[in-house]
């Protein structure tokens, strides 16, 4: 009998409460989906620090080393890392690469905000 009134008064709501929480949900996807790419990122560091890591415990010289870390890297990502590597010349000693670059955020972020990423590896010199 009284239904009809209370009902009546809540006409409307449900598209309000809609557009009060698509922008929280539009900006939890946007964050999901950046840090899906933040993770893309590290793991592909880290493979190009661990392949780098190969080559300088098989060669003496680091410039190859440093060369197999780019050449693992994507063009986009390799325009942005530095790569580090400590090789001794003893054999059996621990030769290490390190891999670092700043993982900047898309939209709808600030260019000026981003993530500083590092990998690194290391293995016993063979050579």
């Known amino acids: 009998m009284g239904g009809g009134e209370i009902l009546s008064g809540e006409r409307g709501s449900v598209t309000v409460e809609l557009f009060l929480v698509l922008p929280v949900a539009i900006l939890v996807l946007v964050g999901s989906l950046q840090l899906i790419g933040v993770a893309r990122t590290r793991i592909e560091l880290q493979g190009a620090a661990?392949?780098?890591a190969r080559v300088a415990a098989t060669t003496p010289d680091p410039a190859r080393a440093v060369e197999a870390v780019l050449a693992?890297?994507?063009p986009e990502t390799r325009?942005?890392?530095r790569v580090s590597v400590e090789r001794p010349s003893r054999v059996g000693a621990m030769a290490r690469v390190s891999v670092s670059m700043r993982h900047i955020l898309g939209a709808p972020f600030p260019d000026s905000v981003g993530v500083d990423l590092s990998?690194?590896?290391i293995m016993r010199?063979?050579?």
């Open 50 to 52: 661990r392949e780098g």
């Open 125 to 127: 010199t063979e050579k």
């Open 72 to 74: 693992s890297l994507t």
């Open 79 to 81: 325009a942005f890392a």
């Open 119 to 121: 990998a690194s590896a």
